[in-house]
């Protein structure tokens, strides 16, 4: 920011004062270190805008995310969106590179049990097929291969990279079944300041990807969730969102009704027009996505996320989009794809059997598109998060204004003290200035402390109320809501084919299947971790909350400095109180506060036995057993944490205390030092310090 290169430059200028006064600029020199690493936290090419992008397995994804972030181009690979349950982070990089984490011992054992069990859901058939697939190509091989933790790849270009990380992403590739996620870097100049991050297709049976799945999504800036429009938001859909979708964080999430295209060719041979049939659809299809919208935040408020509720019922009306329509609004024929041209051929019969001949144009294949409004969705998550970054850019930076500014003016009432002090006095009268300054810094000192203490009693007092509040918040975490999912089922029986009148046929019969859509009942594994997530989020956000209001060091700064106006006695006449008290300043400013550090315990232990979805009810049972034996153990080890840390940070206290008045006592001494040296040579230390004073004077109007 401009602001330090000007205050860097304006302490540049007074550096050769150092020795006068070490403690004011000891805490300029501070002051320069804080402004640096927080502006640098601020800098926007280290923030880069995060997009996720959420939707089952053929939901079109890859195919949406170049046509709106490359303008159609397949810049990248369709490994970046792998056929598999994978978790894809893509992002800019200097040349191409790859990493694939495979899973972790304990999560490759959930899955072979998930795989080996007799579950039918999708989670189940997933399991089955990967592990299946694993061990037909690895065989024994697969724990050494998970013992790898992870690969690198790096190549030359993106045609080299793509060629190779489909052996770990593709959906034929050796590897692809034992990775958990992947990172890809790409040296594409459009992804400068974006991120991507793609989630697994399905509903996944692996707790711990799920778990990675929603902390990336609630860091996410605009979340896009894909849904073919012919089955917007279909259960496995709404089975899909709920399974990803964290219960905070995300800060924008659009419903995408993707694939338009082919639910108009559905529905077009019912309409007149194909306005007709794009008002219709939009119609009824917005209905449909806010009719299951509400089924599904009612469910999430039901088991408790708010937040989540929230969110789902603010997406309002979903944004229509077809790529293949867009590609035929942009692009030349002679640039289209084979299937883009099916497309166009689709809707020119659609339009001579049921629209009078009137094909589409250009200006309705880019509202089939829809992408304007995809665009406008994604430069207001842009724009939010510009202005977000600009507001946190201002109100640093007036921060930093104000302490610098405060900083100068210890600086200035230090030297305009000392000024005063040497004008009016000689060596002799050190000895009774030192006796009355000592009186004063040990009141001073007796004061502050007092205000210590009293800060470090409220604070065990207030740990105490928190300390109930984990035991209610705990209840609540204990309750592992019941969810309903659907699935189908195929049936077969045997259909006789004998004819009265044939009798070569009498005996015979042939086998007709059909399907039955059933609903059923279970739990999820991923519940129950998101539980313990939530619980520990809200706990730790109550611990710091009361650290921040009672013992942050803000707030015990400004606490001391108030008690330091209070005590300072302005009354007496032959005390001037703007040098002591810019003294004071200058050290509170140099001392170590108080830290409060809080970790999550390992809650993935106790529950990694579980995954997918549990209809059983002895496993519902035994997974809600187990929550409730994490959810104490977690409520334990927080009120122990938080213990500890009160007792931490009042210890850190009495230090400070203690501290602050050696503090005082040794820079009384080196202060009275300096003071000799000067009166020995007064005229010239005079001269010196009265040209800092009007340097910092001229400092401080600009």
Known sequence: MDIINMYLTTFDTLTSYRPDFPEAFAALDEWQRDAEVRCARLSQEQIPLSIGVMGQIKAGKSSFLNQLLFNGMPLLPEAATPKTANLTRIHHADTPCFTAYFYAPESWAALEKLADSDAQDIAACSARELVQQARKVHGAGIAAQLAQGQVKLHAENVNELQGRIN???????????????????????????????????????????????????????????????????????????????????????????????????????????????????????????RRNMEQLAAQRSKQGFADVADLLRSIGTPLFASTYAQALASL??????????????????????????????????????????????????????????????????????CSSTRLLGNLYDQASERVAFLQSHEIADLNSHATQANKRLQNIANTLSGYITNQANTARAQARRISNDLRQGAGRARNLEERTGSETLTHSVRVSDSRWYNPF??????????????????????????????????????????????????????????????????????????????????????????????????????????????????????????????????????????????????????????????????????????????????????????????????????
């Open 332 to 401: 030349p024929p002679e640039r289209w794809n084979d299937g883009q041209r099916h497309v166009h051929q689709q809707f020119e019969e659609l339009a001579e059997d049921a629209w009078q001949g009137i094909t589409p144009n250009a200006d309705d294949w880019r509202r089939i598109g829809g992408f304007v409004e995809l665009q406008a969705a994604l430069d207001e998550a842009m724009d939010d998060k510009e202005a977000i970054l600009n507001k946190q850019r201002s109100a640093l930076e007036k921060e930093l204004d």
């Open 505 to 702: 046929s009498w005996g015979t019969s042939h086998t007709e299947r059909y399907d039955e859509t059933v609903s059923y009942h279970y739990v999820a594994a991923s519940d129950a971790l998101e539980n313990l997530r939530t619980y520990f989020e809200a706990s730790r956000s109550k611990l710091l909350a009361l650290f921040d209001e009672l013992i942050a060091p803000d707030v015990l700064s400004v606490g001391l400095r108030r008690e330091l106006l209070v005590v300072l006695d302005t009354r007496s006449e032959d005390f001037d109180p703007r040098g002591l008290r810019a003294l004071i300043e200058t050290i509170l400013a140099s001392l170590p506060w108080p830290q409060l550090k809080l970790e999550a315990p390992d809650a993935k232990a106790a529950l990694s036995k579980f995954y997918g979805e549990l209809r059983d009810s002895s496993e519902a049972a035994a997974l809600r057993e187990s929550l409730a034996e994490a959810v104490e153990n977690l409520q334990q080890s927080l009120a122990k944490q938080l213990e500890k840390a009160v007792q931490l940070v009042c210890d850190q206290l009495d230090s400070l205390s203690s501290q602050l008045q050696a503090a005082l006592t040794a820079s009384l001494a080196a202060e009275l030092e300096r003071l000799h040296a000067a009166l020995a040579d007064k005229a010239q230390q005079v001269k010196r310090l009265q040209a800092l004073v009007a340097e910092i004077d001229k400092l401080r109007k600009l």
């Open 167 to 289: 052996e770990y992403v593709g959906a034929e590739g050796r590897f692809t079944p034992l990775v958990e996620s992947s990172e890809l870097g790409l040296p594409l100049p459009q992804l400068i300041g974006i991120e991507i991050v793609d989630t697994p297709g399905m509903n996944d049976p692996v707790v711990s990807r799920t778990d990675k799945t929603r902390t990336y999504m609630a860091q996410c800036d605009v979340v896009f969730f894909l849904s073919p429009s012919a089955r917007l938001l279909d259960d496995s859909d709404q089975q899909l969102l709920a399974a990803q979708l964290p219960s905070k964080g995300v800060k924008r999430l659009v419903l995408v009704a993707a694939q338009f295209d082919s639910a108009i060719q559905d529905d077009g041979f019912h309409r007149d027009s194909l306005a007709e049939c794009e008002t219709h659809l939009r119609k009824r299809l917005g209905e449909r996505a």
